[in-house]
């Protein structure tokens, strides 16, 4: 039986060190990269971010790859930037469409930035279906 608490801790932690993100010091150049490449579209800068990867079946692959999304979502409790200014405090994303840069993680909504050393976990699927019923 899955301890749903504890894959929900994992989420919010991370368990592994990842080596994705930008120095803070590069962050006006990414800035800009985006909204070069990304005219028009919101963005959001995070840090002490946690990415997710959901364990999948092959079933589900095949029905995020109809939908053209991968089996990643980012958590963050420290958002530097919102071009949107929703004023929340911490970011649970969709699921992950692109990621390029070694710091750039598109959704289907926003482009999310990875500003400095953040954290990596493997997610339950059963857990994360549960975290999606209770938002």
């Known amino acids: 039986m899955i ?8 989420m919010r ?10 120095p803070s ?16 579209r919101h963005y959001c800068v995070i840090a002490d971010w946690v990415w997710n990867d959901i364990a999948s079946t092959e079933t ?4 995020l790859a109809v939908r053209d999304v991968r089996p990643a979502f980012l958590y963050s409790r420290n958002i530097l930037v919102d071009t949107e200014e929703r004023g929340f405090q911490s970011v649970m994303t969709s699921l992950m ?15 999310y930035l990875l500003c400095g050393p953040g954290k990596r976990n493997l997610m339950n ?8 019923a209770n938002r």
């Open 125 to 132: 699927r059963t857990a994360y279906f549960a975290l999606l």
């Open 13 to 22: 932690q991370g368990v592994y060190a990842c080596d994705h993100g930008i």
């Open 3 to 10: 301890d749903l608490q504890v894959e929900f801790e994992r």
């Open 60 to 63: 589900d692959l095949k029905i």
């Open 97 to 111: 469409k692109k990621f390029s840069h070694n710091a750039i993680f598109e959704t289907e909504n926003r482009i």
């Open 25 to 40: 010091a590069k962050l006006k150049e990414y800035c800009a990269l985006i909204e070069r490449t990304f005219p028009g």
